[in-house]
């Protein structure tokens, strides 16, 4: 999943007393290095972001196609029924 060692650059931090402390407790308990554990948190980072940039696109294109049915020209002779009869549960029974 991740580069050797020769293709990553190093990065330097500052991170607050408390992320030290779950980091560390973290690389402990799993045996993970700690920067592997910084890498993933990115990686799933970076992955929410691309999801909403996904996200952001897929409702683009939802816009686009309600504007286009929005543009179109009513139906001939209009519609028959209101919002009202739709909620009327007399008409129901």
Known sequence: MYMS?????????????????????????????EAQIVRRALDREMGEAEAAHNRAGLWKEARAFMQKWVE???????RTWRREDLYDRKRLS
């Open 5 to 33: 060692t020769a293709s990553k650059i190093r990065k330097q931090i500052y991170i607050d007393l408390q992320q030290e402390r779950w980091l560390k407790r973290r690389s402990r308990k799993t045996g993970i290095p």
């Open 72 to 78: 179109k020209a009513p139906l001939p002779g209009g």
